[in-house]
């Protein structure tokens, strides 16, 4: 997926590469069903993030609507033989899902050429708007001021959109919330616009201070709290201490939503909700089976799914009866069974 801090390779705490000299981009023109595939082979090239950018320049069948959809993915390198390494291992994913690669140094900083085409967004009830664009309230609509920075979290990603969409419905006042992944604070900031109490834990060593700085422009710094804690400690201390959280949100990279999939339930309220994205429509089944195999404690219900440009966001709620302290796994307990979690979805779609 596009627009985000990833993990880098060499450093568990995902810190990115520190480099002086001139960065080098990899771009990869991809069909959007390999996307994911690609951006996790440049990740594990060890770039600090993966862009995703619309064709513009489309070929006439494209245009017609009879060839694949195409992206973007751009990847930068602090180093030109790592990027070319990288491009190579991109150059070698088969099944004709690459149009074409290439790596060009980055003359200026790079990082912030998007920032003279960035607009306001529509995202659900939210309005993101840049710090940096003219923009005039809208009535009935929340504007939700944003300065990324070098984190993910501007919202032109459809993930962030559709958490948001799917947040607006979920989060009554006074709610606790956890944003897992929260980037440049959006998530975050919107659950407090909408009443919460919100905490973003992340491992993007910028997100702490850009979350900060975020939730000051919306002036809900006071019910935006950043927690340097991973999400495994707070897993830890929902099962000895019992502190959960009525909504959780996990916009993250589908491996990793995968793998955390227990701790991320763990943290979740009985009866409170978990709506995990970044997950392509076509591959949501490593999630489904994820949460699950979790057993009768960890038992969640899916009960929502939206759609927008071939990404998804899942809500699961969590059995009332699923705390470990109340589970008794080994009666029958019905209402946890799960036959066929899609069936069980109500499918709408999101036009962001
Ligand atoms: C796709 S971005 C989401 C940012 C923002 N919440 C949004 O929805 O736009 C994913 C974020 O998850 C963070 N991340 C990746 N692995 C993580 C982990 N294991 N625990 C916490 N955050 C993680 C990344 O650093 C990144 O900021």
């Not at 440049?42 to 069948?61: M, S």
């Not at 340097?228 to 897993?235: C, I, N, V």
């Not at 069936?343 to 036009?351: F, G, L, P």
Request: with cysteine; net charge negative; glycine share 8%.
């Amino acid at each position: 997926m596009a627009d985000h801090a990833a993990d880098h390779p060499a450093d568990p705490l995902g810190n990115p590469p520190v480099a002086d000299g001139p960065w080098f981009a990899v771009s990869v023109t991809c069909t959007t069903a390999a996307a994911e595939l690609v951006a996790d082979v440049l990740w594990q090239a060890g770039t600090p993030a993966v862009e995703e950018r619309a064709v513009e320049e489309r070929a006439a069948e494209e245009r017609a609507g009879k060839g694949p959809d195409l992206v973007i993915l751009l990847a930068g390198f602090p180093d030109q033989a790592v990027a070319d390494q990288a491009a190579d291992r991109v150059a070698e994913i088969g099944g004709g899902a690459v149009r074409s690669v290439s790596v060009a140094p980055v003359l200026d900083d790079g990082s912030d050429a998007w920032r003279e085409h960035a607009t306001a967004i529509e995202a659900g009830p939210f309005t993101l708007v840049p710090t940096w664009v003219d923009h005039h309230p809208v009535p009935g609509r929340q504007m939700l001021l944003l300065d990324p920075g070098a984190t993910f979290g501007s919202g032109s990603h459809p993930t962030t959109r559709l958490v948001l969409d799917a947040l607006a419905r979920l989060v009554e006042p006074g709610d606790v919330v956890l944003d897992v992944g929260c980037g440049s604070g959006v998530l975050a900031i919107a659950a407090a616009l909408l009443g919460a109490e919100a905490v973003g834990i992340d491992v993007d060593p910028a997100a702490p201070e850009v979350t900060v700085a975020n939730a000051r422009r919306n002036r809900v710094d006071q019910f935006v709290r950043y927690d340097d804690r991973p999400l495994a400690d707070l897993a830890e201390q929902a099962r000895s201490e019992g502190r959960r959280y009525d909504v959780v949100v996990a916009n993250l990279l589908s491996p990793i939503v995968v793998d955390l999939a227990s701790d991320l339930v763990e943290v979740v309220e009985a009866g409170g909700h978990l709506v995990v994205s970044g997950l392509l429509v076509d591959r949501l089944q490593p999630m489904l089976d994820a949460v699950d195999g979790l057993g009768p404690h960890l038992a969640m219900s899916l009960v929502e799914q939206i759609e927008a440009e071939g990404w998804a966001a899942l809500t699961f709620v969590r059995s009332a009866h699923a705390r470990p302290d109340l589970a008794q796994p080994e009666l029958a307990q019905p209402e946890l069974a799960q036959p066929d979690l899609a069936q069980q979805a109500r499918r709408t779609r999101v036009t962001p």
